[in-house]
């Protein structure tokens, strides 16, 4: 399923499918417990934004790109089906999140070319777990929505990223990343994205030590 090849309305497939915004007080109140105060808090990257930034960063057949706290699944979903990714990775703590994610993918699957089917459903995976846990040997570049992050929570994703992402070339967060990250991890650009909370959000690129 290489979209850019075989074009198909991917986006029109999800109009109907479960928001991110919709957790129970019980969800949100588990999440909260689990990876601190405002872990829970929710907002989208916008489409428009997602495909610009997903054409700057240049991902190709080689690269597994993650969404580290993946909400609704819909920025995986797009990098899926616009860009040549051998894997798109949602990882996402709150189970009702995660459940409309897997609802999402199921009305992706349904209407995606049968040929394309197959891989398609091999391309994305959606896990429901936590990223200061999850497996992060495989990802080349992820995205992090950390603006609502715990300071906590944000320091140990970064620090596992440093530590168990061996073929990690780009981290691309909404937040700046806090000393001593953001020299162990340079900076190569900024972005002005827009975001459901608000318009040309800034957004950060940095590099691996051993990646350009
Ligand atoms: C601001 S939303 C971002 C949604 C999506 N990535 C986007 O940008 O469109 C942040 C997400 O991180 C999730 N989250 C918070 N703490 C987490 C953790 N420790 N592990 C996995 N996901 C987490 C929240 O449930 C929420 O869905």
């Excluded at 090849?5 to 928001?19: G, M, N, Q, V, Y």
């Excluded at 829970?40 to 610009?52: D, F, K, Q």
């Excluded at 459901?196 to 959000?201: H, I, L, M, P």
Aim: glycine share 6%; charged share 25%.
């Amino acid at each position: 399923m290489t979209a850019p090849d075989r074009p198909w309305d991917w986006e029109a497939a999800l109009a109907r499918a479960p928001s991110g915004f919709d957790v129970t007080p019980a969800d949100r109140a588990t999440l909260d417990a689990s990876a601190g105060s405002g872990a829970a808090t929710y907002g989208e990257i916008l489409p428009v934004a997602a495909r610009g930034l997903l054409r700057w960063l240049s991902l190709g057949r080689d690269d597994v790109f993650a969404d580290l706290g993946s909400g609704s699944g819909r920025l995986v979903f797009q990098a899926a089906c616009e860009t040549k990714v051998r894997r798109a990775v949602g990882v996402e703590l709150s189970r009702d999140r995660h459940l409309a994610a897997v609802e999402g993918l199921r009305l992706l699957q349904a209407a995606c070319p049968a040929d394309s089917r197959p891989e398609l459903t091999e391309r994305i995976e959606l896990r429901c777990e936590d990223v200061r846990t999850t497996d992060l040997a495989d990802l080349t570049v992820v995205y992090v929505a950390a603006t609502s992050f715990p300071p906590a929570l944000w320091s140990t994703t970064l620090r596992r990223l440093a530590e168990a992402a061996p073929k990690l070339r780009r981290i691309v967060a909404t937040r700046p990343l806090p000393a001593p990250w953001d020299r162990h991890f340079p900076p190569v650009g900024e972005l002005e994205l827009d975001m459901t909370w608000t318009r040309n959000a800034r957004v950060h690129v940095h590099r691996t030590a051993h990646h350009r």
